[in-house]
């Protein structure tokens, strides 16, 4: 059993000799004191009182998440066939729910291991788990169920090898700065925001969303509805026959500078006393606050990017909160079942608004928009019947802002190929990161993307943490935003397709690269 210490300093979710990063450092190290050899501070130890309520906590947790709901699913009543698909879909829930409890109980916080976890539980374990138990599922199945059998298996392995990944990563220490890179003051350090560039972020945030705001006729289409703003995007002329590159890049550069600008003044006013004594900051974060209301409001929005942005702005404002991360997963869960099923209330006008019925909580489950697994098992009978495209779907959505006048034989979404193959009219249809890496290299490539994407989190996860933390780089790490966006994002990445979820994203790292510099300023801190 590992012993647990008492300090006077309260709290910071890491157990005795470790450090925020997870790094093992000399015993001697004491909280609030430099590490060895002159190193960062170290955090504080957990207290006692931690220790004995996470006891009480974990145990329900564990039992709720692996053992209750699955339990309480399995016993709806249902036309479901118990078969192979059953049993392994109600492992997969209970590896996924036990996963997610390490997660939410752990003493380090583990951003994007957390938010992958609370996916693959609701979205591939409980979901699935119920539509199998109650016999309907969102999309209809047109492959034998064999193929949903091999879904739910390939979900299984790579899970597994997610976890893999992250594994090795925690086997691997992280690259320290010398003292002769840190006294250069050149380059080597964490990424920061560079003062000017951040400023001229914000003046492009504005620009862009007001020219945003203008094209779509002004801030009231805002307050609509999504059919309004996808019928004013066609109506605007930037929707050109086959491609939405052109209404994709006014759209994500409307609302991501308005969001990444929002977060590094927010992270700003969080950690900066001086920030939030100067009046010019606080006006340009309200004034910002007031921009992402109008771009990026839950009105207007998908439901999983209003969930980004939700999620990006708590984890920034609230870097180092341990109670907050771990509140954020585990309503979560109780979110994804309860409220988002019902959170697209603003997709459609009244008269298009599908009225909600449900006599079971569980009924949305099968009925509405989890259809991440049946579409894995669609995705399996689609490529049985003209093989693996060895590369050419990530392409696409590596190449997303390729033009199809340009690139007349650019790969559509997997999601709509697949619909199409299906003949379905409606073919917003998901397609899990699964299914990609399964469509382009099968079994052995999705086993290995899947792995690299642990490898990547759980990197990310430890570098985010020593970001957050006392001895850090300062309000305007780089890194202290980007992983919380990501985290935010990560939903949308694995429900997929990647084609539609390309462009967002690369925005984003355009923007972070233009404004980030690897240049200490110690004097220009705003500490």
């Not at 192979?84 to 997969?92: D, E, K, P």
């Not at 979205?123 to 739910?152: E, K, N, S």
């Not at 298996?153 to 925690?170: I, K, P, R």
């Not at 300062?474 to 990501?486: D, F, K, N, R």
């Amino acid at each position: 059993m590992v012993s647990v210490h008492t300090s006077a300093h309260g709290p910071a979710g890491d157990t005795a000799g470790d450090t925020a990063d997870g790094t093992a450092v000399d015993a001697a190290a004491r909280p609030g004191r430099p590490g060895p050899r002159g190193g960062p501070f170290e955090p504080p130890e957990r207290p006692i009182a931690w220790a004995m309520l996470s006891r009480a906590v974990s145990v329900p947790l564990i039992l709720g998440l692996v053992c209750f709901l699955p339990a309480v699913i399995a016993a709806q009543p249902g036309n479901g066939v118990r078969d192979t698909a059953y049993w392994l879909q109600l492992v997969l829930t209970c590896y996924a729910g036990a996963r997610l409890a390490t997660m939410i109980l752990s003493t380090r916080r583990r951003l994007l291991q957390g938010v992958f976890w609370m996916f693959v539980y609701i979205a591939m374990g409980v979901a699935p788990f119920a539509q199998v138990v109650i016999g309907q599922t969102p999309t209809p199945m047109v492959g034998p169920r064999q193929d949903l059998i091999t879904a739910v298996a390939m979900v299984l392995v790579g899970c597994a090898a997610y976890d893999l990944g992250a594994l090795l990563a925690s086997r691997r220490p992280l690259r320290r700065r010398t003292a002769s890179a840190r006294g250069s003051g050149g380059g080597g350090g964490p990424a920061v925001a560079h003062p000017l560039r951040l400023r001229l972020l914000v003046l492009v945030a504005f620009a862009a969303s007001a020219f945003y705001v203008m094209k779509l006729g002004g801030p009231a289409v805002f307050f609509t509805s999504r059919q309004e703003i996808n019928e004013t995007v066609a109506a605007s002329g930037v929707v050109t026959e086959g491609s939405n590159v052109g209404s994709a890049f006014i759209k994500g550069f409307g609302q991501v500078p308005a969001l990444l600008a929002l977060l590094f003044y927010t992270r700003r006013l969080a950690t900066s006393y001086r920030a939030r004594r100067t009046p010019s900051t606080v006006l340009v974060w309200v004034a910002l606050v007031a921009l992402n209301l109008v771009v990026n409001n839950p009105i207007s929005n998908a439901r999983y990017w209003f969930l980004t942005v939700l999620m990006a702005f708590v984890f920034t404002a609230m870097p180092s909160s341990a109670a907050v991360y771990r509140t954020v997963l585990a309503t979560g869960v109780v979110g994804a079942l309860v409220v988002f099923p019902y959170a697209d209330k603003f997709r459609y006008d009244d008269e298009g608004q599908r009225p909600a019925q449900s006599a079971s909580v569980f009924e949305p489950l099968v009925t509405k928009d989890y259809d991440q697994m049946v579409m894995f098992a669609n995705t399996i009978s689609w490529v049985d019947t003209r093989g693996h495209t060895y590369g050419r779907q990530l392409t696409g959505s590596a190449l997303f802002f390729v033009p199809r006048a340009v690139w007349s034989g650019k790969p559509e979404d997997t999601g709509v190929r697949v619909g199409q193959w299906m003949g379905l009219r409606m073919t917003n249809l998901s397609a899990p990161l699964w299914t990609e890496f399964w469509v382009d290299f099968g079994a052995t490539g999705m086993a290995g993307g899947m792995a690299l994407i642990g490898y990547a989190a759980a990197r990310t996860d430890r570098r985010y943490a020593r970001a957050v933390t006392r001895a850090g780089p300062g309000p305007g790490s780089v890194l202290a935003i980007a992983a919380p966006l990501i985290a935010g994002y990560t939903f949308i990445l694995l429900r997929g397709p990647l084609l539609q979820a390309a462009g967002k994203l690369a925005i984003a790292a355009l923007c972070l690269l233009l404004i980030a510099t690897f240049r200490e300023q110690r004097a220009k801190r705003r500490r």
